[in-house]
């Protein structure tokens, strides 16, 4: 399942306690810098997000012949950006302990 799907079922299912949503992880990004090394298909992206934290993915082409910059980047992205749903879960938690 793909986010939207997984959000489309929470959401048809009437859960609706405090809890992250695509757009709240979406939210939390202020920025992205890449950068491919040379010489390689390895491509890393560094997410900043409005705390000044930041989170890194990466992504690389087994193949040379089947490196693409754009891809890469994406891939890249996609990879920093799973990393911020488990750093904002924790927050929600804390925020809701706190209450």
Known sequence: MNEVEI????????LNAPRLSPADIDNAVVGADYHVFPGTTLTVCCIHL????TVTGESAAAS???FDVELGQKIA????RNK?????????RERLHNQ
């Open 64 to 66: 040379p012949e089947n």
């Open 77 to 80: 992205y996609q990879n920093a």
């Open 7 to 14: 959000e489309n079922e929470i959401n048809a299912k009437g």
């Open 50 to 53: 409005r705390n000044g934290f």
């Open 84 to 92: 911020i749903w488990p750093l904002e879960g924790y927050l929600l």
